[in-house]
């Protein structure tokens, strides 16, 4: 079927926040033509109902005889939430018309407005559906008409030769959805890493930030991702980075990636670092998920959910690198970055779900536990970026321990992509432990039993010792409710109340508001410092309001959790073991963990 072809347009209308799709679709054609529009886009797990913005779809024939090449119109009916059904009557050509509406602005949806038009693949175009016939293997063109000859296009699609700065083409459907497209107001910087060009692409840019010291710390990240791998896969790429207050998230694509942060990542030396992990985070991906995916993920099928029980290794694994590469290249210190483990650590040590659920039921259930987060979550679930990072460290240190410094995590990562990866061999589902051993000639089917399939404590302190490390928990002040709340216009709200808390225990619940404690009303900072002054066993009287009915209750307070931990260098330690550290560390690493301990944070 070579004399069929795709062509898709775009166009938009910034006041109604709508990108405008026309779809031609050249035969031989079904009878019925059906379209289907995906459900949700890789990289992010959840099922996006993305046909839920569809609006004013109509379908004709083109008819070259006629000037406007109009035909006749023809019914599109559609038969489920995301299928389109249009009788056609044998004709040869069919174009079909539709807006979806855009004003959600995050890195997987689109976003219209007076300054840019931005869209994703899967949120955006309807596909032809035929058993047996992949009309996702046919390669695609893309015309997009700008609202102003000033703005730029942004994108990883190539554009088709001759035809001008605004057509492209795709190879196929799938190399469609994996290609956002920003056209608007951009600022555009541009670098060279390894003889192929780079380009940093800002909407929303701030008033002012760095912009040499940023192009040069990417280089460096890029460079050394670049050498873990073997080099990079790809002829040219792009990051598209979208500043909007308040916001954060990140999506990885083959060539390029949609990162989205406030502009007062500026502003602080930690929202720098923050930015900087991001970008460390979402290129990893190049490799990681985009290219070597566990077996669940390959092919995509965008219509249903794509199962996998390995999203700890391939998310979480990004999450533990993103950090370990800023520690490489020397953009954040040893000390740095045992804080930011420390930090991941507490929050993991702060959450009563991961006695609930493995690493290995987090990743299957993505779909719908972790992107519909709700009061119980914290009790029932974990994140498998977060346990998976944590885990994923003390799979490096007992890998780099075992094999008496030889092997490391790097040899997995690379394992991977020569063997699943660059093979489009999806890496199976229930036998990770032996790929670890075939990858590092090391056993850890202990920890992959305990860590990832089982839901107990995380044993970190004999494996931080064997690298001159420790962990200490930062003791908590006075006693603990066991909750965490938010305020609403003064008032002070259970948001969640913790397992097998006190407050639990007493019968509070989440969206109780907490009015007083022993008579006296509270605020939120008044609430904790009432509860900073009391002692773990002591009993408080609490009037809370549930659904505008007043109750009391006794609370025996616990006892308060940590306020954090902190990762030092051992006092203890030999000198065998902080060459371990120091090698897992990186650069400068030596001196650091030669320093003496002393009380607090490591130095």
Known sequence: MTDRALRYT?????????????????????????????AWTPGSYLVREYARHVQELWAFVVDDSKPDGVGSVIAAR??????????????QTIRVIYAVYAHELTVRTNHVCESHGYFNGAATFLRPIEDGDPWD???????????????????????AEGRGESVFVARDFHELVDCPVD?????????????????LVIWGSPARFDRERLLRDMTKIVQTESALFGG??????????????????????????????????????????????LIAHEFFHLWQVRRTRPAGLRPYDYRRENYTRMLWLFEGGTSYYDWLLLRRTALVSPKKYLEHLASEIARLEDTPGRFLQSLEESSFDAWIKLYRPDEHSVNSTVSYYLKGEVVCALLDLEIRKRSDGKRSFDDLLGYLWREHGSQ??????????????????????????????????????????????????KPGKGASLGVRIRTHDGRVLLSSVLRDSAAERAGLAPGDE???????????????RRLEARKPGEIIEVLYARREAIGRCSVTLAESAPEGYELRVLERASEQERARGAQWLGPDAEAFFAKKSTEGPAQ
């Open 424 to 473: 489009q061999l999806g890496v199976p589902e229930d036998s990770i432990e032996a790929v670890i051993a075939r990858a590092t000639d090391v056993d850890v089917s202990d920890l992959i039993d305990t860590m990832v399939r089982g839901r107990g404590p995380l044993a970190y302190d004999q494996t931080l010792a064997d690298h001159g490390l420790e962990l200490r928990a």
């Open 78 to 91: 559609k038969t489920d939430k995301d299928t389109w059904v249009i009788a056609h009557g044998g004709a």
């Open 137 to 159: 293997a046919l390669p695609i063109t893309l015309s997009i008409e700008k609202p102003s000859p000033t703005w730029q296009i942004a994108t990883g699609l190539k554009r």
């Open 10 to 38: 775009v166009s938009f209308d910034l006041a109604r926040h709508l990108v405008c799709v026309e779809l031609t679709v050249e035969g031989p054609l079904q009878e019925p033509l059906v379209l289907q529009m995906p």
């Open 183 to 199: 056209v608007g107001v951009h600022e555009r910087h541009e670098f060279v890493v390894d003889h192929k060009p780079h380009a």
């Open 232 to 277: 990079l896969p790809y002829d040219n790429y792009l990051f598209l980075l979208h500043l909007s207050p308040g916001a954060r998230g990140g999506l990885e694509h083959d060539n390029s990636t949609s990162l989205l942060l406030s502009p007062d990542v500026f502003e602080t030396e930690s929202g720098y670092e923050d930015l900087l992990s």
């Open 514 to 528: 907490v009015i007083a404690i022993d008579g006296r009303r509270v605020d939120d900072s008044g609430l904790r």
